[in-house]
């Protein structure tokens, strides 16, 4: 049960970078490795700013807020300076990881005995009188309990916000510059400021998403953001998968639960005896065959309208 | 008076120059329009209509000469720029619609097209809505009550109906139309024709527009220009406009062929005589 709970709090606080990752790679159809850098941005200026005495909310609004930083960057260095776009977060990723080192003034840097957003909860929690909670005879501290309050509460606001800011003029003006540019420069969007924008927005969530998983975690290290984005792409199309992608709402609802559903399934294998040495591999593995897995559906589905088949 | 709708002045650009495929494709064009004029662009293939429009839109800035839109040079300005007093629908329905976004999402961003900026409004609101279903309704082809359907859901004809909607859902200064009813069915060319009619008169549009069906060529527009190789050789306008018919289009297309012709032999001869 402990494993369940602390399973869905780590799926919850991911699911932000997974929308981060929406955002970059299915509404502005672009590869952004920056989402690498930007988590590992993120965990890391949100450890050193707690460890500098900064409030929890404080320190992780700046992890967030650097993240989107890094998101600008890239944003520039490919609408400005044409330099193609997973090149360009490939560069800013790389970069940052030694903004990292110099910010944390090491590889690593443990905040466990630092004041976090989830100690505050925790003591919220047990101040409102919960305390732990006793599920099926196995007993779920009430500590654990109260970050998943925590996160139920920061995941579907962030979640509606974005739904919101998605159907605003601004963000209708985004989705259609990633949809149809040609389209949307016709209706006068200006296509390089959108995208700026875009991933600017999209590595703030990550960036965000980085800051609470160091205070989760009670530290953050320089390898910790390795994959990031991989990862998140292969909780998208999983919630794709469940959740299909013809309406905005479904979409970043599969993206939370699709990142929900892999945290279980890492778990479940963890608990199965899975080295977690061998996680990286894991993932990348499990991302490939549920692309694959994909592509098949996709093509099943396809044959019978083009009913003479091979031309398609 | 105020200033033209359009004035192209020496427009000259030469694509891929000093390689292998370098194209003249304008070649030092002249064109005024005044407000409320509908000047229809023909011409063989190759011969710079459809490159003529793009340089108004602003696809490219020509190597020679300027371009001013409502009096205002644009020459240098980027697509999305001109945009604000530019509408444009183009030959592929997919070009002008966003195939992800619903019918009421594609027109409510075409509503904005002239906004100074794009704020954090909901860009649906029901007042919205209702005022985008009855521009809808007025293209009678029942998609008001599909508002919420992706765009990629409707036919071809939906499809360019709607973006010729989105192009005139706020009034253009300079409509430009780049064979926008020949990648149709004929009963949606029909509907899309009728359309596009109705628009131009009831809205007093300037149009620029491009076709190669001769019959549209005489029908429409009260000036029809002809280019050939870049250039624009000729111009009906006035009661030759409304006296041409397609036996006389027919006869400017065969003239151009055999000047073709004749250049084409002459510089064989001149090959063989002195290469």
Known sequence: MNLLVGALAMGLLLSLAT??????????????????GAFGIGAAV???????????????????????????????????FGIDALLAGILTSTAL??????????????????????????????????????????????????????????????????????????????????????????????????????????????????????????FANVQMALGTFVTAVGCLVLGEALFGRERLGSELAGAIVGTLLFRLLVAAALRAGLDPNTLKMATAVFVVVILVAQNRVRRTLARPRGATGGAG | MGPSA?????VSHTFGRGGPNEVTALDGVDLTLEAAAFVVVF?????????????????????????????????????????????RVSQEPSFGTAPRLT?????????????????LRAALSARTRRQLADRVAELRMGLEDRLDTPMA?????????????????????????????????PRSAEQVLRLTREMIERDRLTVLMVSHSMPQVVRLGDRAVMMHRGRIVQDFSGARKRRLRVEELLD???????????????AAMLARAYV
């Open chain 1, 19 to 36: 929308l981060g990752v929406f955002v970059g790679f299915r509404v502005l159809r672009l590869i952004d490795l920056t989402a690498d």
């Open chain 2, 43 to 87: 011409g063989p293939n190759g011969s710079g209509k459809s490159t003529l429009l793009s340089a108004v839109a602003g696809d490219f800035v020509p190597d020679r000469g300027s371009i001013r839109v409502g009096g205002i040079d644009v020459t240098h300005r980027p697509v999305h720029d001109r945009a604000r007093t530019i509408g």
């Open chain 2, 6 to 10: 359009i004035e192209i002045r020496g």
């Open chain 1, 97 to 218: 990881y030694s903004v990292m080192l110099s910010v944390m003034g090491g590889g690593e840097l443990s905040i466990v005995t630092r004041e976090t957003v989830f100690s505050g909860a925790e003591r919220a929690w047990y101040r409102a009188d919960g305390g732990d909670i006793t599920v099926f005879g196995t007993t779920v501290a009430g500590a654990s309990l109260a970050s998943l309050a925590l996160l139920l509460l920061i995941v579907p606001a962030v979640a509606l916000g974005v739904a919101w800011f998605f159907r605003t003029h601004l963000g209708l003006a985004l989705r259609a510059a990633g949809d149809n540019p040609r389209m949307a420069r016709a209706q006068a969007v200006d296509i390089g400021w959108m995208t700026v924008l875009g991933v600017g927005l999209a590595n703030g969530l990550v960036g965000f998403s980085g800051a609470l998983f160091s205070q989760y975690q009670g």
């Open chain 1, 46 to 80: 949100a450890a050193t700013a707690l460890v500098g005495g900064a409030s929890p909310i404080a320190a992780t609004l700046v992890g967030a807020a650097v993240g989107a930083l890094a998101g600008l960057a890239t944003g520039l260095l490919h609408t400005r």
């Open chain 2, 252 to 266: 400017c297309f065969e003239a151009v062929r055999n000047a073709d012709l004749l250049d084409d032999a002459a």
């Open chain 2, 153 to 185: 859901q409707l036919s071809g004809g939906q499809r360019q109906a709607l973006a010729l909607l989105m192009a005139t859902l706020v009034r253009p200064e300079v409509l430009l139309l780049d064979e926008h009813m020949a990648a149709l069915d």
């Open chain 2, 103 to 119: 019918v009421a999402e594609n027109l409510a961003l075409a509503g904005q097209r002239a906004a100074p900026r794009r704020g």
